[in-house]
């Protein structure tokens, strides 16, 4: 950890040469002389912008604009040659040089660590030209137009919200069904990305895994929608549908470690056993799953239906609220029935809320489990039920025997453990 001014100005060397390095390999066959700037040229503007850091501090700030100034002009100049003569309009390694200067000078008397951070996401930009350029030229007007709405409803919609709860009870509260609705549209643009990028069949699995990290039920709703509108993608669609459920299992698990770890015991064996046989179901699925040729003709044309967002988070919305009313009125006795509602919504919350019960409320490990178990099972049946009345007869009844099998082995363990 630099702490000092040698190591200081080390760091502010290293975040030159970590540049140089890129852009001396990119330039690597130009000959001597040939180019303005290179791995040492890189590594003494680091070092210039660390030592003018630390003039400025002892002699003033007219230092560090007596320095940076005649660099950046000198260095533009040069610049400006090398591209006259190959017909180059790029700005790129004037900004770079410049980025070296002023991080090496930060690195000296700022925080060392956003001064190393930031030389390291610089390089990255850099040396991933080629593949940032093909990203964008693949790039379509209704993604970019999909992200900006994500991004307003993230970032501009959500600060305005009032976060408290409203109505009798407490049931509504605006920002956090907004939160939601942000939630499901975000899981289903991920998995629009994702399907992109590594193509129709790598991409749903890939896409269901990481989805699944946020919302399982989303990811169903989505391969059902798959499913319905290419039967070749039925048993794919299956597949991804119970691999997010057992994802599911997996996030409950890691709620308890942290939260509550006698929760944990008792719920260990039937999560455990819920996600291997998810697991192995989903791989029979796509053993014998017709494997998509190509890209063309793939269903998901939209990175996201935001009308079909807005119903859904509407609809879990009037859940939640549900929910809250129920343990308004019957309290602690409510707890099995509240979680078989809320698991309608999302178990998370269920096991969170019971893992706080047992660590601070002294609430029996046995009951917790009971709770987060029953939360499970009816969060499995509710997304049997989408793929059925979504993805069709076919896919509903191959997700719904699967995730059958998972709960009814979970169950026995369940039962088999003394849990």
């Known amino acids: 950890m630099p702490a000092d001014q040698p190591e200081r100005l080390a760091l502010a060397l290293a975040i030159g040469l970590l ?5 001396g390999w990119r330039e690597r066959d130009v000959a001597e002389g040939g180019r303005t700037a290179g791995l040492r040229t890189y590594g003494l503007t680091g070092l210039l912008g660390g030592l003018t850091g630390l003039l400025s501090v002892a002699l003033g700030g007219w230092v560090f604009a007596g320095l940076a100034l005649p660099y950046a002009a000198a260095f533009i100049w040069f610049k400006q040659r090398e591209q006259a003569d190959e017909h180059d309009h790029s700005v790129t390694a004037i900004v770079a040089a410049l980025l070296v200067f002023a991080l090496g000078a ?3 008397v700022g925080d060392w660590r956003v001064a190393a951070g930031a030389s390291v996401v610089v390089t990255g930009l850099l040396a991933f030209k ?3 350029h093909g990203w964008l030229r693949k790039l379509t007007w209704p993604e970019l137009r999909s992200a900006l709405v994500l991004l307003a409803m993230s970032f501009v919609v959500l600060p305005l919200l009032p976060d408290r709860a409203y109505g009798p009870y407490g049931v509504v509260n605006p920002h956090e069904l907004w939160l939601l609705t942000i939630v499901l549209a975000g899981v289903s643009f991920a998995a629009y990305a994702l399907v992109k990028v590594f193509g129709p069949s790598r991409g749903l699995i890939a896409a269901s895994l990481a989805g699944a990290l946020v919302s399982s039920t989303a990811v169903t709703l989505n391969l059902a929608r798959v499913a319905r509108q290419d039967s070749g993608q039925v048993r794919l669609a299956a ?3 119970l691999f997010a459920g057992g994802v599911m299992a997996l996030r409950m698990l890691v709620v308890a470690a942290v939260m509550a770890p006698p929760l944990l015991m008792r ?7 819920f996600v291997v046989v998810s697991a ?7 053993g014998r799953a017709r494997p998509s040729a190509s890209g063309e003709g793939w269903p998901m044309k939209s990175p996201f239906e935001f009308s079909l967002v807005i119903k859904l988070a509407v609809v879990l919305g009037v859940v939640m609220a549900a929910a809250r009313a129920l343990s308004a009125v019957y309290g602690s006795q409510g707890l099995l029935p509240l979680s078989a509602l809320a698991g309608l919504v999302d178990v998370d919350a269920v096991t969170l809320a019971v893992a706080r019960m047992t660590t601070n409320e002294g609430l029996a490990p046995a009951v917790a489990a009971q709770a987060a178990l029953l939360a499970a099972l009816v969060d499995s049946g509710s997304k049997a039920g989408i793929a059925v009345a979504v993805g069709g007869r076919r896919f509903g009844r191959l997700f ?3 995730t059958g099998l998972a709960a009814a082995a979970a169950a026995v363990a369940f039962v088999a453990t003394g849990a």
């Open 19 to 23: 540049v140089g390095i890129e852009r």
């Open 400 to 402: 719904a025997v699967g």
């Open 280 to 286: 192995i179901v989903g791989v029979v699925a796509i």
């Open 130 to 132: 080629d593949a940032l």
């Open 267 to 273: 719920l260990a064996w039937p999560l455990g056993v």
């Open 239 to 241: 597949a991804g549908a």
């Open 106 to 108: 930060y690195a000296t």
